[in-house]
């Protein structure tokens, strides 16, 4: 069974930092794209930023751009989102998901997404 456990989220002050981790079991994550979302309170979950085993590409979001980082390590199927300046929007619950078909470039395909995590919430507050 394709499984995704997100960890890593907590309470951050304004300006701070987070590494959030994705570990996958039950598929090999070479073979996926794999990207970042999150849901803010009252909002529709979001696609924040994905990145494809074929080109290797990482893509994020006019709104996470330059201060969130996704990366992948296939060695051992896990999926990292590394969040800087964090602020009071980015509140809200981050998940990871696949894209089976690791279709590129990975941006145009957020919808078809799946095999979601449980989340870990990111709460950014003095």
């Known amino acids: 069974q394709l499984q995704f456990v997100e960890s890593g989220g907590g309470l951050v002050q304004p300006g701070g930092s987070l590494r959030l981790s994705c570990a996958a079991s039950?598929?090999?994550?070479?073979?996926?794209?794999v990207g970042w979302f999150r849901q803010l309170p009252g909002k529709q979950r979001e696609g924040i930023s994905c990145?494809?085993?074929?080109?290797?590409?990482?893509f994020s979001t006019d709104a996470v751009k330059g201060r969130f980082t996704i990366s992948r390590d296939d060695a051992t199927n896990t999926v990292y989102l590394e969040m800087n300046n964090l602020n009071a929007e980015d509140t809200g619950v981050y998940y990871c998901?696949?894209?089976?078909?690791?279709?590129?470039?990975?941006?145009?395909?957020?919808?078809?997404?799946?095999?979601w995590g449980q989340g870990t919430q990111v709460t950014v507050s003095s």
């Open positions: 998901a696949a894209d089976p078909h690791n279709r590129i470039p990975c941006k145009y395909y957020f919808n078809y997404f799946e095999n």
């Open positions: 039950g598929f090999t994550l070479e073979h996926y794209g």
């Open positions: 990145i494809s085993s074929l080109d290797n590409r990482p």
